[in-house]
């Protein structure tokens, strides 16, 4: 069940990554962030209901569970993407993206200090070395304010508030299929009040930019979502955003194969560090099972 966990989330952090990509395709298409993080949860809502009938379940959740998914979904998902995707208008993609993945500092520390879990050594270790391999990822000539920097930090900060409220609020408890479901029609919903004043999702774009949001939407509203589900399910909130640092190395590879982007040394050390800290984590496991299989 662990090895599932970290199958899981890898290959969420991993489809999550290749999206920045598209998005930038859109935006020269003349989409915004608003427009993208509308989209990516409106075209994924007739696919998830969809799977949920093709597996013939009912749309029927606890009550309790409806407020909780509307509050972590607005929040943790619609809200990060916002945050993150408004980032990349004043800081570089790269450099956006690896300042939001100060979120696993985020969710140990809300674990800890909130929720009293404990954090082993190794644990420690391992967000220490991610924390060097994120530094390696920043690059100053692409930071021009402090608004970038901090939208997105902040993005960081609110999906750690996904990651902690889905483990610890019962959401793993129900089938991820559902819960990717209600949060994309939650955070729908909720971009169109918000559009109210501010206009900014734009309705009349190119066939192609629906293409591109289109596999954002497939991408993460729909997949990543749901094997993120199930991967802090079995791992748990704090060790399941460690392995999620995958998702910057797979923005790195994206953006040097879509895009043109130079891989540094200093981004390719960075690569490295994270790969020894999700490794520290995978060793520990693979010892405990022995260990267990063992007695």
Not at 62 to 84: F, M
Not at 132 to 145: V, Y
Not at 212 to 227: E, K, P
């Amino acid at each position: 069940m662990k090895l599932k966990g970290m199958v899981y989330t890898i290959v969420s952090a991993v489809l999550f990554g290749i999206t920045p990509v598209f998005a930038s395709f859109t935006y020269n298409m003349g989409s915004t962030p608003e427009t993208v993080t509308f989209y990516r949860n409106l075209l994924a809502i007739p696919i998830l209901l969809i799977v949920i009938l093709m597996k013939r379940m009912t749309l029927k959740i606890p009550l309790k569970a409806v407020g909780n998914i509307a509050v972590i979904g607005i929040i943790g998902c619609g809200l990060t993407t916002l945050l993150l995707y408004k980032s990349y208008q004043y800081v570089g993609i790269g450099t956006a993206t690896t300042l939001h993945f100060l979120y696993p500092v985020f969710v140990a520390l809300i674990c800890r200090f909130f929720y009293k879990d404990r954090l082993s050594l190794r644990k420690i270790i391992a967000l220490v070395i991610a924390g060097a391999g994120i530094i390696c990822f920043i690059d100053p000539s692409q930071i021009s304010g402090f608004s970038g920097i901090l939208l997105a930090v902040s993005s960081g900060l609110t999906y750690s508030f996904y990651m902690v409220g889905s483990e610890k609020r019962g959401l793993n408890d129900i089938d991820p299929y559902k819960v990717s479901f209600y949060i994309a029609v939650f955070v729908m919903i909720a971009m169109i009040i918000y559009n109210v004043p501010t206009r900014k999702i734009v309705f009349i774009l190119p066939p192609k930019a629906f293409l591109y949001l289109f596999v954002i939407s497939i991408c993460t509203s729909f997949l990543a979502v749901a094997l993120l589900q199930s991967g802090i399910k079995h791992l748990g909130a704090s060790t399941a955003a460690i392995f999620c640092l995958f998702e910057p190395v797979t923005s790195l590879i994206s953006g040097r194969l879509f895009l043109g982007e130079h891989i540094s040394v200093q981004k390719a050390a960075g690569c490295i560090l994270i790969i020894a800290a999700v490794s520290i984590l995978v060793i520990k496991k693979s010892n405990s099972e022995i260990s267990e299989a063992k007695s």
